[in-house]
Structures are given as C-alpha cells and as structure tokens.
C-alpha cells in the first residue's frame, strides 16, 4: 500500500427520535472520517478543569470496566457510556481542535480507490436487534452516483474532499458554503441549526481531507452559538468529547464524538434528555463508534 493508504482507528449525525428516521438515516449516521495520532492538547481552562474532576471520572470508569465483561473486537455488548461530564461551551475545544489538525498531514485518495469502514452501533429502537452490531462498508471514493446535485445529503468522498479543499477562511462563509452542500430538507429549520447539522456533517464525512480546509470547519463550528462539550464514553467503551447543541422543546439530545487525542470524528450518541414511558432520562438510545477506517486499492479489501 503506498503513501496514500490511510489506516486510523477512531473513536453524524444522530437521526431524528422517531424509529423510522433512526433506521431509515442509518447509512447516513455511518459515513465515516479518517484519523490519525496527535498528543492532546487542550487550553489552561480545560487542563484545570479535568485535573479537577480526575478521580471522579476514574472511579465511574473503573465501576464500568467491573461490571461488564467485553466481546469481540472489544466492545461491550449493550454498551453504555459510564460517565457524562458536561464542560460547558465548545468554542475553546474546537479552536484546540482546529490548531491540531491544520498542524497535521493531508489524507488522500485517488480515483478507483475506496474508503473501507469498520464500525459499530447500539439501536435500541430495533427489537429485532438492540444489541451491537458490528458492520464494516466499503465506499467508492469517486462515485458519479453521488456527485450530480440530486442525492441531498449524499456526497461522494470525492466531493467532499473537494469542498473541503476550496474554503474560504471566513467562518461566515464557510457556514454558508456548508448549507448550500448539505441544503435543508426541514422548512422549520433555524438557519444556525442548519449550519451546525452541516458542519457536523462534514466532519463525519471527511475520509480524505485537507487539513486546512478541515481546521476551517472546527472554526466555523466555534462560531455557532450554543455548542457545547462533554466528555463521554462511546460505544466501544473509549473516552470521547461529545459536542452537541439543543433548544429547550428538544427531548432528546444529538451528540457528534470527537476522539480527545486527534479530534476527528469519532461516532455519535442519541441520549433522552426527559423521561417518558419508554425511556428513562439519560439513557443512550442510539450509540455508534467508528472502529477503523482506511483508503483501500480494492472493494472487499481490509487493511
């Protein structure tokens, strides 16, 4: 495999609460990024606040690891996250996120080439299918299919790869050129909540990106108002800052995962914000985590 072979392994969107949406969007919520290894760096605030907080996140960790023995490929069966530890607003994290992956090397692809995903997800609206299930999908990296305007939300990673490679610098702009690629399909979409779904589209999107254009979307994104950041456990049991934004009427929460050493994406996380005669407030009703992905000569073909 040459230099343009990229093999992560890693930590979209959450669909709509109703069961339909979660099955029907499954696809979607699947399209994954690749990663790479960096230190985590994070601002003077956030380092004194997890020294703060250190021994209680160890000790629910620690409770977690106890009690729930792990399966294949090391995920949980039934996984749930052990902790949530809400860090209030995202805009200093995502501007760490920023600085780390504009510092960072360019992932490529050519043309026949395909994104291999391995990844895993938690359904508990699918009685026929709660527990995890693990799925691996292979994506042509250009794919006309997917690149003539028609298919929505669906980009090839060709494309993608493009969009991201031609941002401006502008946060503005750069919200404005994501609503136009990922349009509303909602009229009663707020414009802000228009360009934060976007935005997170991208970042679960980005197989092959240009780190500049990448660290511009995490700027963007630090723009919005309302974002913000937790830390979580994801559906493989690893550590994630989930980011997320609500309004008041929401009753469940929609949460995109970053892995804390690289930022990229990393899964998502569906969670009930009240209870209700189904579910309990905080529990995770759909949970996904990105295991690997790769840049791959071949359909079928593993790194």
Known sequence: ???????????????AAERAPFLAGRDRLLREATGRSRAR?????????????????????????????????????????????????????LNDAADAIAAGPAVTARDGQW??????????????????????????????????GKAGDDH????EYAFLKNLPDDPAQVRAKARAF????????????????????VLSRAYAYDPAGLAKVYRALA?????QAAEVQDEAGRSAYALYRTNAADTYRDEVLLDPATYLYAGYRHVARTG??????????LSGARLVTAVVDEKGERP
């Open 41 to 93: 760096r994070l601002r003077a605030d956030w380092r004194l606040m997890a020294a703060a907080t250190a021994a209680l996140i160890m000790a629910v960790a620690l409770i977690g690891t106890q009690v729930i023995d792990r399966g294949p490929d090391g995920v949980r069966p039934g996984a749930r996250p052990g902790y949530t530890l809400e860090l209030g607003s995202a805009k200093d994290l």
């Open 182 to 201: 990922f349009y509303a399909t909602d009229k009663s979409e707020s414009r802000t909540r228009h360009e934060y779904r976007a935005l997170t589209a």
């Open 115 to 148: 994104i291999y995903v391995k990844s895993v997800e938690t359904n508990l609206t699918d009685d026929e299918k709660p527990g995890p299930q693990t799925d691996e999908d292979w994506y042509a990296y250009a794919d006309p299919k997917m690149e003539d």
């Open 223 to 227: 723009t919005i108002p309302g974002v």
């Open 1 to 15: 495999m040459d230099e343009m072979t990229a093999v992560r392994e890693l930590r979209a969107e959450a669909p």
């Open 156 to 159: 090839s990673p060709r494309e």
């Open 276 to 285: 209700d005669l189904q579910w309990d407030k905080g529990d995770v009703v």
